[in-house]
DNA sequence: ATCGCGACCTGGTTGC
DNA sequence: TGCAACCAGGTCGCGA
């Protein structure tokens, strides 16, 4: 069997496209058992495995929560399950007799459902599976975090929560002189946007991402905001569409990422908007794509 | 407090 | 052909 695609990095679209999954799918029912397959999945949780297991054997799931990039699934308890896909991380919901994936990393079987009176149809038990390559995501039991974990307080509200206050992230962002791309990846500003949405943003808003914060002016920051919500509007309306009900996944086969992007992983090829080749940089060990017409540096930079 | 950077992690790709 | 180096990047924690 060929390994699959590398999987996408899930961003703010992608992790809600999974937590809609698992609202549909796993909320309701209860977890009968847990089998964690490598420790370091839960490593977070303070205490270990064992421990992981326990607290969540027996537990009803109740709904299925998101700020960020971090899911929850508040418990009957007023605990809750706590997760973090990484850069690879996935939630499936297979049935419990397919094969184990890789990289499969917990394992939750889930009861299953109380089947209607009138439908003698046995119905098909199945299991929840966090498979990760990489490792960089885990999950926790949160202790009394059903409504949001402690262990995500410093999390900002994300664009899409209709609570999102744009005048304190205005105020917040004036105030740092770091630039606007480190700025908006700064999950305690603004929460769900990774390197490839904020390049995004930041070509649709035509700003350069080391234009320092305290030098953006207030229609700067609007048309900010009104660029990252709509590169993540885009995304989820292309990601969000479908997915099977057995199989809850991050990188869904819709191919809407590649289809969309302007700038990210678009090095030398045309600015769509300007035809200048795109411009690809070293950033935290990373990479920045920019148009160099659209989004001119600031002024005050040393090089170029 | 803020800023900037290294560590963590795996597997596909690139370069010698 | 073989093997080492590089690359992807979200988040945490550290030193300045």
């Not at 997760?83 to 990289?103: I, K, N, V, W, Y």
């Not at 394992?107 to 990760?132: C, H, I, K, Q, Y």
């Not at 994300?158 to 908006?184: H, I, M, N, Q």
């Not at 090829?269 to 940089?281: D, E, G, W, Y």
């Amino acid at each position: 069997m060929r390994p699959g695609p590398t999987p996408k990095v899930p961003e703010l679209p992608e992790v809600e496209v999974v937590r809609l999954g698992l609202e549909q799918h796993v909320v309701g029912r209860t977890i009968a058992a847990v089998d964690v397959l490598h420790p370091r999945a839960v490593r977070r949780h303070a205490g270990g495995p064992a421990d992981f297991a326990a607290q969540l054997a027996g537990r009803r799931i109740a709904a299925a929560r998101r700020r960020g990039k971090y899911l929850w699934l508040p418990l009957d308890n007023g605990d809750a399950l706590l997760a973090h896909l990484g850069m690879s991380g996935q939630m499936l919901l297979r049935p419990a007799t397919a094969d184990p994936e890789r990289h499969l990393r917990v394992r939750f079987t889930l009861d299953d459902p109380t089947p209607a009176p009138r439908e003698p149809r046995r119905p098909l038990r199945s299991e929840l599976r966090f498979v990760d390559q990489r490792m960089f995501g885990g999950l926790a039991v949160s202790a009394g975090g059903a409504e949001l974990p402690g262990e995500i307080c410093h999390i900002a509200r994300d664009p899409v929560d209709p609570e999102f206050d744009d005048g304190l992230f205005l105020a917040r962002l004036r105030s740092r002189t770091a630039g606007v791309k480190r700025l908006l990846l700064d999950q305690r500003l603004i929460s769900g946007v990774g390197n490839i949405y904020a390049d995004e943003a930041l070509w649709l808003a035509m700003l350069h991402g080391d234009r320092p914060g305290n030098r953006l002016r207030k229609a700067d920051v609007t048309r900010l905001l009104v660029a990252v919500r709509a590169v993540m509007a885009a995304a989820l309306a292309q990601g969000g569409t479908s997915f099977d009900a057995l199989y809850v996944n991050v990188n869904g086969e819709s191919g809407y990422f590649d289809r969309s992007l302007e700038v990210y992983g678009q090095e030398a090829l045309p600015c769509s908007r300007c035809a200048t080749p795109i411009v690809r940089v070293a950033f935290m060990n990373r990479s920045s794509y920019f148009c160099p017409a659209c989004q001119p540096r600031p002024r005050r930079r040393s090089r170029d």
